[in-house]
Structures are given as structure tokens and as C-alpha cells.
């Protein structure tokens, strides 16, 4: 038994293995060496390039770190790891999970788990079949705050959920999309990335709303129903601004509204109508509740290092049985949210340039939509789509029927 740093009683250190140090790999690897010899001990790390990243690979083989090339052979050579990080490109996840959980590994993945409502089902089958355990680094599900009220749903204090409003308003620049080969991209090598607000960067936000939905009743974040609007401003395939409207299984009203094409940084939110109460969630963790009788309840979960947490969840929950904070089932909802989203819009809508504000910014080159905070806000206060409040560059689409859908084929031809 192991007393670690913050006082909290481990059972033992986890024995793990990483795929993927770079892009947002050097996330999960800040996290894991944080937790270094407290609650886990690195054993191998996979990078596909040497020399892009000669600098972290010395340095972590100095320390006894074993570096691979490919991350079969890493599995092959450390049988003994309690469970393996995939930080990945998108259509890397659902393919790599897979093939370490039918080898004999728990799994945590980065988010999406999956692309299509195919690939998570198969991760999902692959779990139950293997019996290994699959968390997913969905990092604003381990929040206080977000626990916290998630405490207070499932206890029914704020009586049966009407709707939930998800507002996200970043700004991105060009270089953003050039990154990496698959980044504002649809599809990558014949692969699925769908890779926009909805799929990357915002995707914390949708899922926190489902999340909420399924906390408050059975089947009350399955989405059964989905109307979306998919728009990009950047010159991409696709989306970076969205609106979305999902009618749940059990009648909640779930709606999306993001943008990557805001004048400034924002912190998401999720507004709750309820019952018994409305309450107020910000990405900077806290919550706000005011109840029917005019009372009212604050919680600020304060500064908290979020990846780090979905690491000392994942431990616990392997040592210690604890409840993992995203399991990989509870994101299928996720998953078939925004397959239906594009499958509602049918396509990708460019804005016109007359909607456009391009800004040089000390050499970075922004692309703002013009009065996308005003029209945002006005969507989510009505429950509104873009192109039912008359925005100009708004295209109508139609409601698409989830029940019983179990394949997303759009795109490829």
C-alpha cells in the first residue's frame, strides 16, 4: 500500500505504456509524469518519429523509458502493463483500442473513442467479449463541479431535466489547420475523421450535455432524433461552426451551438431547465442553481489539473474499484449525436466572404464570422436553429430519425 503526494491511499503504482507523445500525446504525457512514481510508472512510449521528437524520447530512455516504433511491438514486449494511454489521430482510435483490448490490455483513449456509430459499437463488443476495462479521456467529465452536479441530478434535487443549452465560442487561427495531415478534415486516407467543433476541440461540451441527460433518467441521453446546421468560415472541409438540436429517448431537449470562429475566448457553458430549478455550468468549474423557491447554491470546484484527474481515476478504478468518470458506453451516445448531425445537414456550408472578417493578429491570420457571439446567443435564448432565427447565411435542413441506426456511410463515394 502506497500513501502517494496528495494523500490519497493506492493500492499499488500502474504499469503503463503510451502510443502517441506528440500533438496532444504531450498532454497526456505531462500528465503521466506528474503522476510518475506516485500512481503510475511509464514503461514504453510509441512514436512513429524518431527525429521529430528526438529530445523527449532521449530523455525518457535515459530514465529507462523503452521507445518503439510501433506500438504492436510495445504491446508484444510489455505484457505486464496495466493499461495503455492511446493519444493518436482520430481514425487511429477506434482500430488501436481494439486491437490492445483483444491482446489483453485496459485501455484509456483519447477522445472521440470513435468516428461512427460502427467503430463504437465494435470498441464497445470488443470490451464485453475481452472483459477489459475502457475509460475515455473526455477530461471535462472530472471536473468538482461537473461531479459534483452530477451528484445532485442523480439525487433528482433539480427535479425531471427539459433541456440542455451547450454553448461554445473559441477562436482558432490558419495554423491550427495545418498542423497535421488530418486537422479540419472529413476524411483522411480513406478514414473518417469528421474533425470539427463537434468531433475535437468542442466535443467535451456535447458530451457533457448527454452525460447530464443520462444521469438524470434512464435513456435520457440517447439521442432519438437530431436537426443540425454544419457551417465553416476557415477554408476547410469541415466544420468549425455549428448548431445542433437533439430530441433524446425520453423527450429531453438537447442543443449544441460552437464556434471556432468567435472574436475571443470563452468559456463553454451548459444551461439546465429543469423542474425544480435552472443551473449554470462553466468549463472553468463551477455551477450555479437557482431553484423554484427563489433560493439559490454556488459551488467553484477551484483550480484543478483535469487530464491528471482522468489518470488517478483510471488508476483507482483499476486498484480500487472507484466509478470511472467517462466509461467507454457512455460515449456511444456521443457518437451517434454527431453521426446524425451530419447525416441531418447532409453537408458542410461554406460561408460567404461577405459574412467574413479576416484579421492579421501579430502574424496570425484569424477568420471571424461576423456577429457570431449575437447570433449565438440569440439561438441558444429562443432554442433556436441558425436558420430559424433568419440568419442570413443560414441553410434549413432536416430532422433525422436515429432509431435503429447503426451505420454512417455519408462522404465516401
Not at 110 to 120: G, L
Not at 133 to 144: A, L
Not at 311 to 324: A, R, S, T
Request: net charge negative; proline share 2%.
Amino acid at each position: 500500500m502506497i500513501i502517494n503526494q496528495k494523500g490519497w491511499t493506492v493500492l499499488n503504482i500502474a504499469k503503463i505504456g503510451l502510443i502517441g507523445i506528440s500533438g496532444f500525446g504531450s498532454i497526456h504525457l505531462r500528465s503521466i509524469e506528474q503522476l510518475q512514481r506516485k500512481m503510475v510508472d511509464l514503461r514504453a512510449i510509441v512514436a512513429t518519429s524518431y527525429e521529430k521528437n528526438k529530445e523527449v524520447i532521449d530523455r525518457l530512455t535515459s530514465q529507462g523509458v523503452k521507445y518503439y516504433q510501433d506500438y504492436r511491438l510495445m504491446l508484444e514486449n510489455h505484457k505486464d502493463l496495466d493499461f495503455v494511454a492511446i493519444s493518436t489521430p482520430i481514425h487511429l482510435h477506434a482500430p488501436m483500442a481494439i486491437d490492445a483490448m483483444e491482446r489483453g490490455f485496459n485501455v484509456l483513449l483519447e477522445k472521440p473513442p470513435a468516428v461512427t456509430i460502427q467503430d463504437i459499437d465494435t470498441i464497445i463488443e470488443t470490451k464485453k467479449r475481452t472483459g477489459k476495462i475502457c475509460g475515455v479521456n473526455f477530461q471535462n467529465t472530472s471536473g468538482k463541479a461537473f461531479r459534483k452536479l452530477l451528484e445532485y441530478i442523480k439525487e433528482g434535487r433539480l427535479g425531471r431535466i427539459k433541456s440542455i443549452i451547450g454553448v461554445g465560442r473559441w477562436k482558432r487561427d490558419e495554423s491550427y489547420y495545418q498542423r497535421n495531415a488530418w486537422a479540419g478534415k472529413l476524411i483522411v486516407d480513406g478514414n473518417y475523421v469528421l474533425d470539427g467543433t463537434i468531433n475535437n476541440p468542442l466535443a467535451h461540451l456535447l458530451n457533457n450535455e448527454l452525460i447530464i441527460a443520462e444521469t438524470s433518467e434512464e435513456n435520457g441521453g440517447v439521442p432519438q432524433k437530431v436537426t443540425a446546421e454544419l457551417y465553416h468560415g476557415h477554408k476547410i472541409e469541415g466544420e468549425d461552426t455549428a448548431c445542433v438540436r437533439i430530441i433524446t429517448k425520453t423527450g429531453i431537449e438537447v442543443y449544441f451551438y460552437s464556434t471556432l470562429c468567435n472574436r475571443e475566448e470563452e468559456p463553454p457553458y451548459i444551461m439546465i431547465e429543469a423542474e425544480k430549478a435552472k443551473a449554470y455550468w462553466t468549463f472553468a468549474n463551477r455551477f450555479k442553481i437557482e431553484y423554484i423557491d427563489g433560493s439559490t447554491e454556488e459551488f467553484d470546484g477551484g483550480h484543478e489539473d483535469l487530464f491528471v484527474n482522468m489518470y488517478i481515476n483510471m488508476v483507482e478504478h483499476l486498484f480500487e474499484g472507484k466509478q470511472l468518470y467517462c466509461p467507454l458506453e457512455v460515449t456511444r451516445n456521443f457518437v451517434l449525436a454527431s453521426n446524425g448531425a451530419f447525416e441531418s445537414s447532409g453537408c458542410v456550408y461554406g460561408i460567404p466572404d461577405e459574412y467574413l472578417e479576416i484579421s492579421n493578429e501579430n502574424g496570425k491570420i484569424y477568420t471571424y464570422i461576423k456577429n457570431i457571439k449575437e447570433i449565438i446567443d440569440e439561438a441558444a435564448i429562443s432554442k433556436k436553429l441558425f436558420s430559424e432565427i433568419g440568419v442570413l447565411w443560414a441553410k434549413q435542413t432536416e430532422e433525422f430519425d436515429l432509431v435503429d441506426y447503426c451505420c454512417f456511410s455519408m462522404f465516401k463515394r
